[in-house]
T-cell receptor, first 115, second 111 residues
Framework: SAVISQKPSRDICQRGTSLTIQCQVD?????MFWYRQQPGQSLTLIATANQGSEATYESGFVIDKFPISRPNLTFSTLTVSNMSPEDSSIYLC????????????FGQGTRLTVV | GENVEQHPSTLSVQEGDSAVIKCTYSDSASNYFPWYKQELGKRPQLIID?????GEKKDQRIAVTLNKTAKHFSLHITETQPEDSAVYFCAARTGGFKTIFGAGTRLFVKA
């Protein structure tokens, strides 16, 4: 299994500001994924963070709003930019299991509240 | 587009009974089907998974079945216990390495 450290675990932010969420893995993984989980809802994939190339965004998510960095095989960041109350959610990073590029393990999540 | 449907949204069973959650997927290229359990305030935890070359997999009280032709897969929990109460998500990894989640099933196990 992979040990994933995600921080911050929670934050309360003012609208119009930005928050960067960090995800650190204890082993090298090719793909890392960022999800959003709104209260009582399922997980929605925001983007796939590939090392050495730009992130791949899902429909409804854009790089200007959710810029992602992937400087190496064990670390990634997601920034939520120019926040509004609608961005209040839990954000989770996830990594693949073993050598197969499938997400199987999640960080503990970042609970974001925008006021 | 790619979609995973999950039923039921809520399931209530008596302790000791079985629980079954069903999912269907749309992308025929999907080849990996994980199931997650999420307790309140916690991250999703992988509980079991199945690959497209396998029809059934069992791990103690939990089993998953996959029907690729019908694009159906199911989670079976036998001898349910109160600690099985949680939200369960099915998911399907598409041919493009994305994992799409079902809407979730809230399972209540009554003692």
């Amino acid at each position: 299994s992979a040990v994933i450290s995600q921080k911050p675990s929670r934050d309360i932010c003012q609208r119009g500001t930005s928050l960067t969420i960090q995800c650190q893995v204890d082993s090298q993984v090719t793909m890392m994924f960022w999800y959003r989980q709104q209260p009582g809802q399922s997980l929605t994939l925001i983007a796939t963070a590939n090392q050495g190339s730009e992130a791949t965004y899902e429909s409804g998510f854009v790089i200007d709003k959710f810029p992602i960095s992937r400087p190496n095989l064990t670390f990634s960041t997601l920034t939520v930019s120019n926040m509004s109350p609608e961005d209040s959610s839990i954000y989770l990073c996830s990594v693949g299991k073993q050598a197969i590029n499938t997400e199987a393990f999640f960080g503990q999540g970042t609970r974001l509240t925008v006021v | 587009g790619e979609n995973v449907e999950q039923h039921p949204s809520t399931l209530s069973v008596q302790e000791g009974d079985s629980a079954v959650i069903k999912c269907t997927y749309s992308d025929s290229a999907s080849n990996y089907f994980p199931w997650y359990k999420q307790e309140l305030g916690k991250r999703p935890q992988l509980i079991i998974d199945i690959r497209s070359n396998v029809g059934e997999k069992k791990d103690q009280r939990i089993a998953v079945t996959l029907n690729k032709t019908a694009k159906h897969f199911s989670l079976h929990i036998t001898e349910t216990q109160p600690e099985d109460s949680a939200v369960y998500f099915c998911a399907a990894r598409t041919g493009g390495f994305k994992t799409i989640f079902g809407a979730g099933t809230r399972l209540f196990v009554k003692a």
